[in-house]
């Protein structure tokens, strides 16, 4: 598949992706944050438009607690204190 069918399907998808969220109360769960602050590939652009439809307004989004005790493990096992209260802030 070339990159012009790839950036359709992908386009196509994201759209679908807002409007099944749009209005809607989601249980945000640990891998959706951590693919968003690692990167990781192709489920980063997909947390990205939920967390930005959130941030928006457009939805809400509920994380337990376990699951910000889960995000902020990996920066504190790594001395990133910084960033770990950095994503507590956030959340």
Known sequence: MNNEKKDRKSTLFSSKLKN????????IDTNIIIYLTDRIQPYEKLSRIVFSLIEEGKAEGIISIVSIAEIMQGPLKKGLKKTALDVRKYL
């Open 20 to 27: 099944l969220i749009l209005g809607k109360r989601l249980l």
